[in-house]
């Protein structure tokens, strides 16, 4: 019993906390708002450290990097697995709402009231390319260093790793970066003993603030998401894990990803993640290299979550506005418009999507005034599609290391015991 809970003790706290910030939220509601304070204070911890830490882990593990042909088989894996994970959840989150009424018809008009009691937003046209440079890239440095420019951030610090490869003088602020690297996860352990206070508190005001006063066929679409974010986190997860390391893998996966799926459950935020995601993966036994560089692209680059949101947005739209979609050419633009929404999505808390919500509706046609719609859809399905975001990421690292380092990848990157003193 007490080697379970040495080795279940955080697991088992953050699960309690959560529980406890559940039931608070239920019993108080709307009251329970009043701590919500101290839950932002536990994100704001993590929002602090999430710059300096992609900067770092990213940098570092490609200029440390021994073997150049590892390091491009390490990118091109990450590319693989990112495009053909993405390509399973536009398909479970297609057959998930194809043949689902997300609105029915006596839901319609109290959600088209949405429509008329907000502001009508003027349609502006989205273009492709603008966006995805504004995305990629900032125009000022002070800008990079923000956690609204994640994207820009991982590339400016792919871009410095390499760099600091090509500079015959970089060894000494290689060790610069690596003792900062190494003081930000001491920073992080910190942190992470205020967690179970601060995720209690946020989920706490977060079922308060739910409340029960949405209409029909918005409810319907978070129950259907949840459920499918529950089947998916299971079986597809599972099934990764398998693939990734057969029985040994399964379990490590199991025995460590708890931790991610509790704290992106409460913070609804792949960024504020990212230092809990980089020690599960390591300790399922991914190498450091894996783990530092693809944890942080997929906070940008890969999200389960956010695209079957995309595909439930697109046709909870569609069941609205009663818009025709049997062709073949229809389910494949939905996937295409699911996809390239996806890419635009930065790793923030709720009000992130909006870039990726207006250019739904501009490349499916509708109205620009139904962006009030998905914005709440946004909103009430943005905890379960966070989980799916984060522990889709570790899941994906499992598959890039079966990729780069063989069968055996475990056996590899395991971390050797420490000794008993």
Known sequence: MKKIWQNYKTTLILILATLI?????????EQATVVKPLGDLFLNLLFI??????????????AKMQHPKRLGKIFLSIIGVFIITSLVAVAIGLVSTRFTDLVKPQDSQAIKETLASESSTEEEQLNILERTVNVLSVDDFPTLISRNSVVALVVASILFGFAMRLSP???QLLE???????????????????????IACYMASFIGTFGSSIALGYLRTFIIYTLVSVLFFFLIYSLYALIAGGKRGFLAFWQNILPPTFTSLATCSSAAC??????????????????ETLVPLGTSFHKDGSIIGSVFKIMFLVNLFGTNINSASSIFHIIFVALIANLLVIAVPVGGGTISESLIISMMGYPMSALP?????????????????VVGDTASSMLVARSVDGQSWQSKNATPPKRKN
């Open 49 to 62: 450290v999430i710059v300096p830490l992609i900067f770092v882990t990213i940098s570092t593990s490609i």
């Open 21 to 29: 910030g559940v039931l608070a939220g239920l019993i108080f509601k």
């Open 176 to 198: 610069v970066l690596l003792s900062l690297n190494d003081v930000i996860m001491q920073f992080i352990k910190l942190i992470m003993y205020y967690a179970p206070i601060g």
């Open 274 to 291: 990212i230092p809990v995601n980089v020690e599960a993966a390591k300790k399922m036994g991914v190498s450091q290299d894996i783990a």
């Open 373 to 389: 719609i998905l914005t709440v859809i946004a909103t009430i399905i943005d905890a379960p599609a966070t989980v799916l975001n």
């Open 169 to 171: 003088k970089s060894s």
